[in-house]
């Protein structure tokens, strides 16, 4: 039987080990709230940048086609949003194995493929499956740091186009709830025009028909950017509501194992001092009957 001490030090670190998972499931609660609002505060944003390619596009008979849209495409950009830290369950390895078969049904030449990585967790899983990551961008951790980031990341695809890379692939996943997540594929280039042209739109806002005085090409490229934007945006924000979802049910799962364990040391701690009363009772029962006898 292990000693008072030995069990009252274990108990003691668990306590500890089960503090710090609390306080990290409810960071995580937090966080996910705060990129689903983000997500949310995005969507009237999203809708008047597509308003806005509504109203450029309008009139023509077919959209027209952008540099990068009128090429063949003969290199591929692929940029994965993964995690910077552990403790998240089979969050990177769900979104890298969804990438990976992605790739693997599509057999991109090695030579014209171009990995990014957000977050080094998913780029060191690209790497053991043998497939070079180009550039590692760390996750912004926090809302408000987003922007900058998505910044670096239209940055990069601009370096990409002018090296004459013509299809951008997006792999992030989507928050579903509770700690579910969906692992999803974006297509950023080509941008499909048509989907503002479709019969189907929502009808213009107001009785007023949009114009625009700048020229047509500058404002729908100027418009694209701004779409461009978004959907980084929303991919950010949408993967680290997921991460923390998961991290929050890696939590709750670690929460009830301790809180097992402690149950455990606990009962064995009271089975120990049991018998540790027990053994000082029958010394001193014995010592009257050594005291007894000799009278």
Request: with cysteine; charged share 25%.
């Amino acid at each position: 039987m292990e000693s008072l001490e030995r069990l009252q030090g274990q108990r003691e670190t668990l306590d500890e080990l089960r503090t710090i998972v609390k306080t990290m499931k409810s960071l995580s609660t937090a966080s996910i709230r705060q990129y689903e609002q983000a997500v949310v505060a995005l969507a009237d944003y999203d809708r008047t940048v597509e308003l806005g390619l509504q109203a450029v596009l309008r009139d023509l008979p077919s959209p027209p086609e952008l540099d990068h849209a009128a090429r063949q495409p003969a290199s591929l950009g692929v940029i994965v949003f993964g995690s910077d830290h552990g403790l998240c369950g089979r969050f990177n390895e769900d979104i890298t194995d969804f990438c990976l078969a992605w790739l693997a049904e599509r057999a991109p030449p090695p030579a014209s493929l171009r990995l990014l990585a957000v977050g080094a967790r998913a780029a060191d899983n690209l790497a053991r499956a043998g497939r070079e990551v180009d550039r590692v961008v760390p996750l912004p951790g926090s809302v408000g740091r987003i922007s900058t980031m998505v910044q670096d990341l239209l940055a990069r695809i601009d370096a990409w186009q002018q090296a004459g890379i013509t299809h951008v692939e997006l792999f992030h996943h989507r928050h579903a709830g509770g700690s579910r997540y969906q692992p999803v594929a974006l297509t950023l280039l080509p941008v499909d025009l048509r989907r503002f042209l479709r019969r189907d739109a929502p009808p213009w806002p107001s009785r007023r028909l949009p114009s625009f005085r700048m020229s047509r090409e500058a404002l729908l490229r100027r418009l694209v950017g701004q779409y461009l934007f978004v959907s980084l945006f929303r991919a950010c924000a949408e993967s680290q509501a997921s991460e923390h979802a998961s991290r929050r049910a890696a939590m709750q799962a670690a929460q009830r194992n301790l809180d097992e364990r402690i149950e455990d040391v606990t009962q064995g701690f009271r089975r120990a001092r049991q018998a540790v009363i027990t053994a000082e009772l029958l010394d001193v029962v014995a010592g009257f009957e050594v005291v007894a006898g000799e009278r």
